[in-house]
């Protein structure tokens, strides 16, 4: 059974934005799949469809089976708290303390008022220590997350998303903001987090190139419709210029090639 | 220069260039000004000159008149006393309205998506109470309590109220709609999210806005205390209606003695939390 299933999912902004059109596809357990279009293509709005921070509009969404389009209240945090999401502009309290972000992946499984206050179990903050280490950031645990740079940022956001012992992580342009080197280091976290742990990754990619790389499977939208669906080596280069609707020589992917 | 040859740099057609169109923006406005300026000195029948030439008259007027004498030093005591007095108001009413605001600006704000029917309402509701001034307030209140501290309460209550949830929304909105979408993502429900994101992001900014409006609240209670018959601002209004400006005098400069007071704590309490 698919971990994830988009059946003919359309979503519509304010009864005239198209942001999706008859969106359709699955997703395997432990897959790593890149979506990828240009600004405004819908994939932002795909991924929050997933976790229902946005409602499609028509179609289902099948999560471990369960249609979540219907999803009540109680539901909608069931499957939040067992799906992790990492954001472009890393989304932290910058004001508190990396360590305090890390637990916040714990909030969606404890009490209203235990979270709340910031109460949390020794075996959590284990937890959130054991992490930290396996991402290199033990030294800045007590750093308050306004002095890290981006990389160190996007690490923590994957610390958090790992605290709530996902199934899936829904990864938002995760190295759009970040130099070279640092998308790397995430890069190869998030490869290895879905290789070692067997969490399905689905992430919005704005580079092309990077998500040849690292995935074994592609999605591509434009205007909101699905136009390629495979694996890498058959996304031919006449196929991206569909995807970003551009034409011969102006893509970046296009120089050295 | 080698390498720049002396051709004409080419430069856009048929179109107004952005300097020509600064110029005339300027001069536009130069002359808006002053004609309304014209306009409402010859409707209003003042005359500039006369304006400015009273100054020092006025100064000097007031230098002769409001220096603190020694009657005035010696009620300085009863001047002290309803000094704190307003001041521990002016406190009391900014950390009521505050707490009152935070609440409302948790309920108008999006970033809490909590319904926007409510939201809209908050936001017309504050906007009432900010854009009626605080005198006014007064004037109407005097009507229902009369000459009372509640009026003069109540009247600082409901602008102050009425400014901080906007600034509240505004700060909330700001600082705070992508933590909040990341904890709203774990499954974190509206408590957690306000505590363990909202108020985290934004509290320097809502302190630092208490403390303005405390400020704010310490120079606006004694107008209103001249109406309420309260305070400092009674105290005020008693000693100039009875002529004895040299006690008048000294009610102003311990009001500017308590501002700049207040004003350096809470720049120290500012620089502290930020
Ligand atoms: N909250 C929203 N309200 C209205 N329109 C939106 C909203 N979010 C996105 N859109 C619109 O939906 C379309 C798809 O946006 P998005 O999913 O963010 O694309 P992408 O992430 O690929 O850049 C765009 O036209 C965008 O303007
Ligand atoms: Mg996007």
């Excluded at chain 1, 220590?129 to 800045?140: D, N, S």
């Excluded at chain 1, 790397?184 to 990619?205: G, P, W």
């Excluded at chain 1, 034409?247 to 050295?256: K, N």
């Excluded at chain 2, 003042?46 to 009657?71: H, L, T």
Aim: glycine letters at 6%.
């Amino acid at each position: 059974m698919p971990v994830l299933k988009f059946q003919n999912v359309s979503k519509v902004y304010d009864n005239v934005t198209k942001a999706l059109t008859d969106v359709s596809f699955s997703v395997e357990e432990g897959e790593f799949v890149s979506v990828i279009g240009p600004s405004g293509s819908g994939k932002s709005t795909l991924l929050r469809c997933v976790n229902r921070l946005v409602d499609a509009t028509q179609g289902s969404i099948l999560l471990d089976g369960r249609d979540i389009t219907r999803a009540d209240k109680n539901e909608i945090r069931r499957i939040r708290k067992r799906t992790g999401m990492i954001f472009q502009h890393y989304n932290l309290v910058d004001r508190l303390s990396i360590i305090e972000n890390v637990l916040h992946g714990r909030l969606g499984h404890k009490s209203a008022l235990a979270g709340a206050v910031g109460h949390f179990t020794e075996r959590e903050k284990e937890d959130a220590f054991r992490i930290l280490a396996k991402l290199g950031l033990t030294e800045q645990a007590y750093k308050r997350c306004d002095e890290l740079s981006g990389g160190q940022k996007q690490r923590v956001g994957i610390a958090r998303s790992l605290m709530q012992e996902p199934r899936l992580i829904l990864c938002d342009e995760p190295i759009a903001s970040l130099d070279p080197s640092s998308a790397k280091v995430i890069m190869d976290h998030l490869s290895d987090i879905n290789k070692t742990m067997n969490i399905t990754c689905i992430l919005n990619l704005h580079q092309v190139d990077v998500a040849m790389k690292y995935s074994k499977r592609i999605i591509g939208i434009t205007l909101g419709r699905i136009v390629y669906d495979g694996p890498p080596e058959r996304l031919s280069k006449s196929k991206i210029h569909e995807i970003y609707q551009s034409s011969e020589g102006e893509l970046i992917t296009d120089a050295g090639c | 220069m080698p390498g720049v040859s002396m051709e004409k740099a080419p430069i856009p057609e048929n179109q107004t260039s952005v300097f020509v169109v600064r110029k005339r923006t300027f001069t536009l406005v130069f002359l808006g000004v002053s004609a309304v300026f014209a306009i409402s000195s010859v409707v209003t029948d003042y005359n500039v000159i006369d304006g400015f030439v009273a100054i020092p008259r006025a100064v000097s007027w007031i230098a002769e008149n409001f220096v603190p004498d020694k009657k005035a030093w010696s009620r300085f005591p009863n001047i002290l006393e309803k000094l704190i007095e307003t001041a521990l108001l002016s406190v009391a009413v900014t950390v009521c309205a505050a707490v009152c605001a935070l609440f409302s600006a948790l309920l108008g704000t999006k970033t809490t998506k909590i319904n926007p029917w409510i939201g809209r309402g908050v936001r017309i509701v504050a906007a009432f109470f900010r854009n009626v001034p605080d005198v006014v307030w007064a004037i109407l209140l005097l009507f229902s309590f009369g000459q009372n501290i509640l009026t003069g309460f109540f009247a600082l209550f409901f602008y102050t109220f009425g400014v901080l949830t906007r600034t509240f929304i505004e700060t909330i909105d700001e600082v705070s709609a992508n933590c909040v979408e990341a904890l709203r993502a774990t499954g974190a429900n509206l408590l957690q999210t306000v505590f363990q994101g909202i108020l985290p992001s934004s509290a320097p900014e809502i302190v630092s806005w208490i403390l303005y409006m405390i400020e704010t609240n310490i120079r606006n209670s004694t107008l209103i205390g001249v109406l309420t018959a309260t305070g400092i601002g009674y105290m005020f209004d008693l000693y100039y209606k009875r002529m004895d400006y040299g006690s008048a005098g000294l009610v102003v400069i311990s009001i500017v003695a308590l501002v700049i007071l207040i004003e350096t704590i809470s720049n120290q309490i500012r620089k502290a939390i930020m």
